[in-house]
């Protein structure tokens, strides 16, 4: 997990912060109206998702998604790339 940033009271994370792997997986699970921008003093802020948002995904989505790969795998499967397991 990254450190959140905040600004006026907002808690966040910006994805580009994420690793390439991370950025996809949480685009695919968030829906447009829970990434936000945030216009500080001095730029634009794209593509933030507020802190909580994150945290979320980190612990109910990502985790899980990491376990049944790991599951998968050691049942001698291969997951192929749009997730579907293929018995060797």
């Known amino acids: 997990m990254i450190q ?3 600004y006026k009271g907002i ?5 580009s912060d994420l690793s390439l792997n991370e950025q996809l997986a949480i685009r695919e699970w968030l829906t447009l109206d829970t990434i ?3 216009q ?7 593509e933030c998702v507020q802190y909580k948002d994150y945290t979320y995904w980190v612990e109910n989505v990502l985790s ?6 790991a599951t998968v795998k ?3 499967s291969i997951i192929n790339r749009f997730g579907l397991a293929i018995d060797n």
């Open 64 to 69: 899980k998604q990491a376990t049944q790969k």
């Open 4 to 6: 959140s940033k905040v």
């Open 74 to 76: 050691s049942k001698g």
């Open 11 to 15: 808690e966040y994370i910006q994805i």
């Open 40 to 46: 500080t003093e001095s730029e634009l802020l794209t």
């Open 36 to 38: 936000i921008k945030i």
